[in-house]
Protein backbone atom coordinates (compact mmCIF):
# COMPACT_ATOMS: atom_id res chain seq x y z
CA UNK A 1 0.00 0.00 0.00
CA UNK A 2 1.34 3.51 -0.82
CA UNK A 3 1.56 6.15 1.24
CA UNK A 4 -1.04 8.38 0.25
CA UNK A 5 -3.73 5.36 0.45
CA UNK A 6 -2.23 5.22 4.02
CA UNK A 7 -3.04 9.04 4.78
CA UNK A 8 -6.51 8.89 2.60
CA UNK A 9 -7.45 5.53 4.49
CA UNK A 10 -6.49 7.30 8.18
CA UNK A 11 -8.07 10.73 6.94
CA UNK A 12 -11.02 9.59 5.83
CA UNK A 13 -11.71 7.62 9.42
CA UNK A 14 -10.90 11.36 11.47
CA UNK A 15 -12.34 13.81 8.85
CA UNK A 16 -16.20 12.95 10.18
CA UNK A 17 -14.87 13.65 13.48
CA UNK A 18 -12.97 17.02 12.95
CA UNK A 19 -16.56 18.71 12.26
CA UNK A 20 -16.81 19.26 15.88
CA UNK A 21 -13.58 22.06 15.32
CA UNK A 22 -14.41 25.91 14.64
CA UNK A 23 -15.12 26.47 11.29
CA UNK A 24 -12.12 28.65 10.49
CA UNK A 25 -10.05 26.26 11.52
CA UNK A 26 -11.62 23.04 9.69
CA UNK A 27 -10.91 25.36 6.74
CA UNK A 28 -7.14 26.29 7.56
CA UNK A 29 -6.22 22.95 8.21
CA UNK A 30 -7.96 21.18 5.41
CA UNK A 31 -7.22 23.65 2.80
CA UNK A 32 -3.29 23.13 3.43
CA UNK A 33 -4.26 19.25 4.16
CA UNK A 34 -5.59 19.04 0.58
CA UNK A 35 -2.32 20.40 -1.31
CA UNK A 36 -0.30 18.58 0.79
CA UNK A 37 -1.98 15.30 -0.02
CA UNK A 38 -2.12 15.71 -3.92
CA UNK A 39 1.65 16.32 -3.85
CA UNK A 40 2.28 13.08 -2.06
CA UNK A 41 -0.44 11.73 -4.16
CA UNK A 42 1.16 12.17 -7.62
CA UNK A 43 4.28 10.94 -6.53
CA UNK A 44 2.58 7.71 -5.19
CA UNK A 45 2.55 5.91 -8.37
CA UNK A 46 1.37 2.52 -8.66
CA UNK A 47 3.97 0.09 -10.35
CA UNK A 48 1.44 -1.59 -12.73
CA UNK A 49 -1.17 -0.30 -14.94
CA UNK A 50 -4.37 -1.20 -13.41
CA UNK A 51 -6.45 -3.37 -15.83
CA UNK A 52 -10.11 -1.98 -16.62
CA UNK A 53 -11.94 -4.19 -18.75
CA UNK A 54 -11.06 -3.68 -22.22
CA UNK A 55 -14.83 -4.03 -23.54
CA UNK A 56 -14.69 -0.02 -21.97
CA UNK A 57 -12.93 1.68 -24.67
CA UNK A 58 -14.33 4.15 -26.94
CA UNK A 59 -13.15 6.10 -29.85
CA UNK A 60 -14.10 9.58 -29.66
CA UNK A 61 -12.82 12.39 -31.84
CA UNK A 62 -10.56 9.84 -33.56
CA UNK A 63 -8.94 9.17 -30.15
CA UNK A 64 -8.58 6.51 -28.21
CA UNK A 65 -10.33 6.53 -24.44
CA UNK A 66 -9.66 3.81 -22.05
CA UNK A 67 -13.25 3.98 -20.24
CA UNK A 68 -15.60 6.77 -20.20
CA UNK A 69 -14.59 8.60 -16.60
CA UNK A 70 -11.85 11.03 -16.05
CA UNK A 71 -10.38 13.36 -13.43
CA UNK A 72 -12.17 17.09 -13.62
CA UNK A 73 -10.39 20.46 -14.09
CA UNK A 74 -8.54 21.95 -11.26
CA UNK A 75 -7.35 18.29 -9.65
CA UNK A 76 -3.88 18.61 -11.88
CA UNK A 77 -3.71 22.37 -12.25
CA UNK A 78 -0.09 21.85 -13.02
CA UNK A 79 0.15 19.33 -15.49
CA UNK A 80 1.41 16.69 -12.30
CA UNK A 81 -0.25 13.11 -11.92
CA UNK A 82 -0.23 12.06 -15.97
CA UNK A 83 1.36 8.79 -14.90
CA UNK A 84 -0.69 7.99 -12.06
CA UNK A 85 -4.26 8.59 -13.84
CA UNK A 86 -2.13 6.03 -16.84
CA UNK A 87 -1.80 3.57 -13.98
CA UNK A 88 -5.12 3.83 -11.90
CA UNK A 89 -6.64 3.24 -15.09
CA UNK A 90 -8.56 6.60 -16.19
CA UNK A 91 -10.22 7.18 -19.05
CA UNK A 92 -8.10 9.87 -19.97
CA UNK A 93 -6.44 13.41 -17.97
CA UNK A 94 -6.84 16.34 -17.94
CA UNK A 95 -4.69 19.21 -17.20
CA UNK A 96 -5.40 23.01 -16.18
CA UNK A 97 -7.81 24.65 -15.78
CA UNK A 98 -4.73 27.64 -16.97
CA UNK A 99 -5.15 31.49 -17.98
CA UNK A 100 -3.41 33.72 -20.07
CA UNK A 101 -1.86 35.60 -17.04
CA UNK A 102 -0.30 33.31 -14.04
CA UNK A 103 -2.35 33.51 -11.19
CA UNK A 104 -1.46 32.79 -7.53
CA UNK A 105 -5.31 32.61 -6.46
CA UNK A 106 -7.72 33.61 -3.39
CA UNK A 107 -6.14 33.86 -0.45
CA UNK A 108 -8.93 35.55 2.47
CA UNK A 109 -9.09 35.41 6.20
CA UNK A 110 -5.34 33.78 6.22
CA UNK A 111 -6.31 30.60 4.04
CA UNK A 112 -4.31 30.14 0.82
CA UNK A 113 -6.98 28.82 -1.79
CA UNK A 114 -9.92 27.89 0.65
CA UNK A 115 -11.52 24.55 0.89
CA UNK A 116 -13.67 22.69 2.84
CA UNK A 117 -14.58 18.74 2.56
CA UNK A 118 -18.01 17.85 3.74
CA UNK A 119 -17.73 13.90 4.17
CA UNK A 120 -21.30 13.23 5.49
CA UNK A 121 -22.83 15.07 2.37
CA UNK A 122 -20.16 13.67 0.18
CA UNK A 123 -19.91 17.43 -1.07
CA UNK A 124 -17.05 20.17 -0.68
CA UNK A 125 -16.41 23.77 -1.46
CA UNK A 126 -13.38 25.88 -2.83
CA UNK A 127 -13.02 29.09 -3.57
CA UNK A 128 -9.33 28.61 -5.12
CA UNK A 129 -9.56 31.65 -7.56
CA UNK A 130 -7.69 29.48 -10.79
CA UNK A 131 -4.21 29.24 -9.39
CA UNK A 132 -2.44 28.39 -12.18
CA UNK A 133 1.18 28.41 -14.23
CA UNK A 134 0.17 29.92 -17.64
CA UNK A 135 -1.27 28.41 -20.51
CA UNK A 136 2.84 29.07 -21.98
CA UNK A 137 4.19 27.33 -18.73
CA UNK A 138 1.48 24.16 -18.60
CA UNK A 139 1.94 23.65 -22.57
CA UNK A 140 5.06 23.35 -22.18
CA UNK A 141 5.49 21.05 -19.67
CA UNK A 142 2.64 18.58 -21.34
CA UNK A 143 4.17 18.67 -24.79
CA UNK A 144 7.43 17.06 -22.55
CA UNK A 145 5.21 13.91 -21.15
CA UNK A 146 5.80 10.43 -22.72
CA UNK A 147 2.07 9.43 -24.29
CA UNK A 148 0.85 6.25 -23.05
CA UNK A 149 -2.04 4.45 -25.29
CA UNK A 150 -5.65 4.73 -24.01
CA UNK A 151 -5.43 7.85 -22.04
CA UNK A 152 -5.57 11.12 -23.96
CA UNK A 153 -4.25 14.33 -22.66
CA UNK A 154 -5.99 17.09 -22.40
CA UNK A 155 -6.17 20.61 -20.97
CA UNK A 156 -8.92 22.94 -19.80
CA UNK A 157 -8.32 26.47 -20.80
CA UNK A 158 -9.93 30.12 -19.18
CA UNK A 159 -9.84 33.69 -20.67
CA UNK A 160 -8.13 35.64 -17.76
CA UNK A 161 -9.34 37.50 -15.69
CA UNK A 162 -7.54 39.97 -15.42
CA UNK A 163 -8.29 40.71 -19.30
CA UNK A 164 -11.10 42.30 -21.28
CA UNK A 165 -12.51 42.71 -24.62
CA UNK A 166 -9.70 41.72 -27.60
CA UNK A 167 -6.75 41.50 -25.48
CA UNK A 168 -8.78 38.82 -23.38
CA UNK A 169 -10.01 36.90 -26.78
CA UNK A 170 -6.09 37.02 -28.26
CA UNK A 171 -4.76 35.87 -25.23
CA UNK A 172 -6.94 32.82 -24.44
CA UNK A 173 -6.54 31.85 -28.60
CA UNK A 174 -2.65 32.90 -28.16
CA UNK A 175 -2.84 29.58 -25.45
CA UNK A 176 -5.24 27.49 -27.61
CA UNK A 177 -2.90 27.44 -30.14
CA UNK A 178 0.76 26.87 -27.67
CA UNK A 179 -1.45 23.53 -26.40
CA UNK A 180 -2.11 22.36 -30.17
CA UNK A 181 1.86 22.90 -30.98
CA UNK A 182 2.05 21.35 -27.64
CA UNK A 183 0.09 18.02 -29.40
CA UNK A 184 -2.48 17.22 -26.29
CA UNK A 185 -5.61 15.18 -27.81
CA UNK A 186 -8.74 18.09 -26.77
CA UNK A 187 -8.97 21.43 -25.00
CA UNK A 188 -11.92 22.44 -22.55
CA UNK A 189 -13.02 25.52 -22.30
CA UNK A 190 -13.79 26.78 -18.88
CA UNK A 191 -16.80 29.21 -18.79
CA UNK A 192 -18.12 28.52 -15.43
CA UNK A 193 -15.51 29.34 -12.91
CA UNK A 194 -18.00 30.97 -9.80
CA UNK A 195 -14.20 31.84 -8.04
CA UNK A 196 -13.21 34.87 -10.52
CA UNK A 197 -14.42 37.71 -11.50
CA UNK A 198 -16.37 37.20 -15.29
CA UNK A 199 -16.57 39.84 -17.74
CA UNK A 200 -20.75 39.83 -18.20
CA UNK A 201 -21.63 42.53 -20.64
CA UNK A 202 -24.96 43.75 -19.61
CA UNK A 203 -25.93 43.18 -22.92
CA UNK A 204 -27.89 40.19 -23.93
CA UNK A 205 -28.85 38.19 -27.52
CA UNK A 206 -32.25 38.04 -28.60
CA UNK A 207 -31.22 34.34 -27.18
CA UNK A 208 -30.97 35.57 -23.78
CA UNK A 209 -27.30 34.49 -24.07
CA UNK A 210 -24.29 37.00 -22.42
CA UNK A 211 -23.24 38.91 -25.70
CA UNK A 212 -19.49 38.56 -24.15
CA UNK A 213 -20.25 34.65 -24.29
CA UNK A 214 -21.36 35.17 -27.78
CA UNK A 215 -18.21 37.79 -28.72
CA UNK A 216 -15.72 35.26 -27.15
CA UNK A 217 -17.16 32.16 -29.07
CA UNK A 218 -17.29 34.22 -32.37
CA UNK A 219 -13.41 35.25 -31.88
CA UNK A 220 -12.60 31.28 -31.25
CA UNK A 221 -14.57 30.15 -34.35
CA UNK A 222 -12.73 32.75 -36.55
CA UNK A 223 -9.64 32.58 -35.20
CA UNK A 224 -9.01 28.87 -34.01
CA UNK A 225 -11.84 26.55 -34.94
CA UNK A 226 -11.98 27.37 -38.51
CA UNK A 227 -8.13 26.77 -39.69
CA UNK A 228 -7.36 24.09 -37.12
CA UNK A 229 -4.57 21.57 -39.02
CA UNK A 230 -5.45 19.02 -36.87
CA UNK A 231 -8.98 18.16 -35.21
CA UNK A 232 -8.08 19.03 -31.77
CA UNK A 233 -11.33 19.39 -30.50
CA UNK A 234 -12.43 22.36 -28.12
CA UNK A 235 -14.87 21.52 -25.58
CA UNK A 236 -16.81 23.95 -23.19
CA UNK A 237 -17.42 23.00 -19.91
CA UNK A 238 -20.73 25.12 -18.45
CA UNK A 239 -22.22 25.48 -14.91
CA UNK A 240 -24.44 23.00 -13.33
CA UNK A 241 -25.95 26.58 -12.58
CA UNK A 242 -26.95 26.61 -16.11
CA UNK A 243 -31.04 27.14 -16.20
CA UNK A 244 -32.29 24.22 -18.61
CA UNK A 245 -34.77 26.66 -20.80
CA UNK A 246 -30.82 27.74 -22.19
CA UNK A 247 -29.95 24.32 -23.01
CA UNK A 248 -31.12 24.55 -26.91
CA UNK A 249 -29.80 28.60 -27.53
CA UNK A 250 -26.37 27.52 -26.28
CA UNK A 251 -26.13 24.18 -28.10
CA UNK A 252 -27.67 26.12 -31.38
CA UNK A 253 -24.45 28.38 -30.71
CA UNK A 254 -21.84 26.22 -29.99
CA UNK A 255 -22.99 23.96 -33.24
CA UNK A 256 -23.03 26.90 -35.17
CA UNK A 257 -19.64 28.10 -34.33
CA UNK A 258 -17.91 24.29 -34.74
CA UNK A 259 -17.78 23.32 -31.52
CA UNK A 260 -16.98 19.07 -30.79
CA UNK A 261 -18.57 19.19 -27.37
CA UNK A 262 -19.93 20.13 -24.34
CA UNK A 263 -19.22 19.64 -20.04
CA UNK A 264 -21.70 19.84 -17.57
CA UNK A 265 -20.67 21.13 -15.44
CA UNK A 266 -18.93 23.23 -13.12
CA UNK A 267 -19.25 23.87 -9.31
CA UNK A 268 -22.77 25.48 -7.81
CA UNK A 269 -23.47 28.76 -6.61
CA UNK A 270 -26.76 28.18 -5.53
CA UNK A 271 -26.09 27.69 -2.44
CA UNK A 272 -29.90 28.16 -0.75
CA UNK A 273 -30.91 25.30 -3.23
CA UNK A 274 -28.54 22.62 -2.05
CA UNK A 275 -28.73 23.31 1.93
CA UNK A 276 -31.24 20.86 1.96
CA UNK A 277 -28.22 18.66 0.98
CA UNK A 278 -26.08 18.92 3.28
CA UNK A 279 -25.84 16.98 6.65
CA UNK A 280 -27.37 18.55 9.37
CA UNK A 281 -23.98 18.03 11.25
CA UNK A 282 -22.17 19.91 8.36
CA UNK A 283 -24.88 22.50 8.03
CA UNK A 284 -22.57 25.25 10.11
CA UNK A 285 -19.46 24.65 8.28
CA UNK A 286 -21.73 25.14 4.88
CA UNK A 287 -22.89 28.42 6.43
CA UNK A 288 -19.52 29.77 7.73
CA UNK A 289 -17.73 28.84 4.38
CA UNK A 290 -20.43 30.27 1.84
CA UNK A 291 -20.71 33.56 4.16
CA UNK A 292 -17.08 33.75 4.35
CA UNK A 293 -15.86 33.13 1.20
CA UNK A 294 -18.60 32.44 -1.19
CA UNK A 295 -17.18 29.55 -3.59
CA UNK A 296 -18.10 26.43 -5.31
CA UNK A 297 -20.11 23.37 -3.80
CA UNK A 298 -19.19 19.82 -5.89
CA UNK A 299 -19.91 16.82 -5.23
CA UNK A 300 -23.04 14.45 -4.27
CA UNK A 301 -25.29 17.33 -4.27
CA UNK A 302 -24.47 17.95 -7.92
CA UNK A 303 -25.41 14.44 -9.00
CA UNK A 304 -29.09 14.78 -9.94
CA UNK A 305 -28.76 18.12 -12.10
CA UNK A 306 -25.41 17.30 -14.06
CA UNK A 307 -27.55 14.02 -15.05
CA UNK A 308 -30.46 15.84 -16.22
CA UNK A 309 -28.53 18.40 -18.04
CA UNK A 310 -26.18 16.15 -19.59
CA UNK A 311 -29.42 14.02 -20.53
CA UNK A 312 -31.14 16.92 -22.33
CA UNK A 313 -28.32 17.85 -24.04
CA UNK A 314 -27.79 13.94 -25.98
CA UNK A 315 -31.21 13.84 -26.32
CA UNK A 316 -31.35 17.63 -28.16
CA UNK A 317 -28.50 17.24 -30.02
CA UNK A 318 -29.75 13.57 -31.63
CA UNK A 319 -32.79 15.27 -32.39
CA UNK A 320 -30.22 17.55 -34.94
CA UNK A 321 -28.64 14.72 -36.87
CA UNK A 322 -25.19 15.87 -36.84
CA UNK A 323 -22.90 15.30 -39.45
CA UNK A 324 -20.25 15.53 -37.43
CA UNK A 325 -19.68 14.31 -33.84
CA UNK A 326 -20.22 16.09 -30.99
CA UNK A 327 -20.01 14.87 -27.47
CA UNK A 328 -21.91 15.71 -24.08
CA UNK A 329 -19.63 15.18 -21.12
CA UNK A 330 -21.27 15.12 -17.57
CA UNK A 331 -19.49 16.14 -14.05
CA UNK A 332 -21.03 16.74 -11.34
CA UNK A 333 -21.24 14.31 -8.14
CA UNK A 334 -20.39 11.39 -10.38
CA UNK A 335 -18.58 8.44 -7.42
CA UNK A 336 -20.35 5.28 -8.25
CA UNK A 337 -20.86 2.33 -10.52
CA UNK A 338 -24.81 3.38 -10.55
CA UNK A 339 -23.66 6.89 -11.97
CA UNK A 340 -21.55 5.55 -14.92
CA UNK A 341 -24.35 3.12 -15.85
CA UNK A 342 -26.76 6.22 -15.22
CA UNK A 343 -25.16 8.30 -17.78
CA UNK A 344 -24.68 5.50 -20.24
CA UNK A 345 -28.09 4.97 -20.52
CA UNK A 346 -28.90 8.58 -21.31
CA UNK A 347 -26.36 8.42 -24.11
CA UNK A 348 -23.41 10.43 -21.93
CA UNK A 349 -20.21 8.68 -23.06
CA UNK A 350 -17.82 10.89 -20.79
CA UNK A 351 -17.76 11.57 -17.07
CA UNK A 352 -15.62 13.52 -15.22
CA UNK A 353 -14.98 13.66 -11.08
CA UNK A 354 -13.22 15.06 -8.57
CA UNK A 355 -15.07 15.23 -4.85
CA UNK A 356 -15.76 11.98 -5.60
CA UNK A 357 -12.46 10.62 -6.90
CA UNK A 358 -10.93 11.27 -3.42
CA UNK A 359 -14.00 9.64 -1.18
CA UNK A 360 -13.16 6.71 -3.62
CA UNK A 361 -9.53 7.12 -3.39
CA UNK A 362 -9.56 7.01 0.49
CA UNK A 363 -11.39 3.31 0.28
CA UNK A 364 -9.96 1.84 -2.75
CA UNK A 365 -6.93 3.40 -3.39
CA UNK A 366 -5.27 2.90 -6.59
CA UNK A 367 -8.03 0.46 -7.67
CA UNK A 368 -10.73 3.45 -7.86
CA UNK A 369 -11.60 3.40 -11.28
CA UNK A 370 -11.34 -0.60 -11.57
CA UNK A 371 -13.77 -0.73 -8.58
CA UNK A 372 -16.26 1.94 -10.84
CA UNK A 373 -15.91 -0.53 -13.46
CA UNK A 374 -16.11 -4.20 -11.99
CA UNK A 375 -18.76 -3.17 -9.84
CA UNK A 376 -20.71 -1.74 -13.22
CA UNK A 377 -20.28 -5.80 -14.60
CA UNK A 378 -22.12 -6.87 -11.19
C1 LIG B 1 -10.69 22.15 -5.29
C2 LIG B 1 -11.38 22.27 -6.61
C3 LIG B 1 -10.76 22.96 -7.67
C4 LIG B 1 -11.39 23.07 -8.90
N1 LIG B 1 -10.75 23.71 -9.93
C5 LIG B 1 -11.33 23.78 -11.17
C6 LIG B 1 -10.66 24.36 -12.28
O1 LIG B 1 -9.51 24.81 -12.18
N2 LIG B 1 -11.31 24.37 -13.46
C7 LIG B 1 -12.56 23.85 -13.65
O2 LIG B 1 -13.09 23.88 -14.77
N3 LIG B 1 -13.20 23.27 -12.61
C8 LIG B 1 -12.62 23.22 -11.40
N4 LIG B 1 -13.28 22.61 -10.37
C9 LIG B 1 -14.62 22.03 -10.60
C10 LIG B 1 -14.51 20.55 -10.96
O3 LIG B 1 -13.77 20.36 -12.15
C11 LIG B 1 -15.93 19.93 -11.14
O4 LIG B 1 -16.57 20.56 -12.21
C12 LIG B 1 -16.78 20.09 -9.89
O5 LIG B 1 -16.03 19.86 -8.73
C13 LIG B 1 -17.97 19.11 -9.93
O6 LIG B 1 -17.51 17.79 -9.97
P1 LIG B 1 -17.50 16.84 -8.65
O7 LIG B 1 -18.89 16.87 -8.10
O8 LIG B 1 -17.08 15.49 -9.17
O9 LIG B 1 -16.52 17.42 -7.72
C14 LIG B 1 -12.68 22.49 -9.11
C15 LIG B 1 -13.29 21.80 -8.05
C16 LIG B 1 -12.67 21.68 -6.82
C17 LIG B 1 -13.35 20.91 -5.73
Given at each position: ??????????????????????????VK??????????????????????????????????????????????????????????????????????????RS?????????????MP???????????????????????????????????????????????????????????????????????????????????????????????????????????????????????????????????????????????????????????????????????????????????????????????????????????????????????????????????????????????????????????????????
Amino acid sequence: MGFSEILAGMDSKIRPLMNILPPAYMVKVYSRGRKTFLKSLVKDIPAETVQIPEEKRQTLWETRFGNGLMNAAGMFKTGEGYLLAVRQGAGAYLAGTTTAIPRSGNVKSGVEHPFLPMPGSGAALNWMGLPNPGHAALAKKLSLIGRKKNCPLGASVSSDPEQSGKEAMQALVEGMKLYDKAGICFIELNESCPNVPHEHGSEFTSDGLDKSLVDRLEYIKENFLDNRPRLLPVIIKFSNDTAAEQIPALLDLMLDMGFDGVNFGNTSINYSGYESRIVQGEKKNFGYFTSEFGGGLSGRPLKDISLELASMTVKYIQSKELNREFNVIRTGGIETARDIAESEQAGIKLNQWFTGYFDSFAKYGHNLYKKIYSDERD
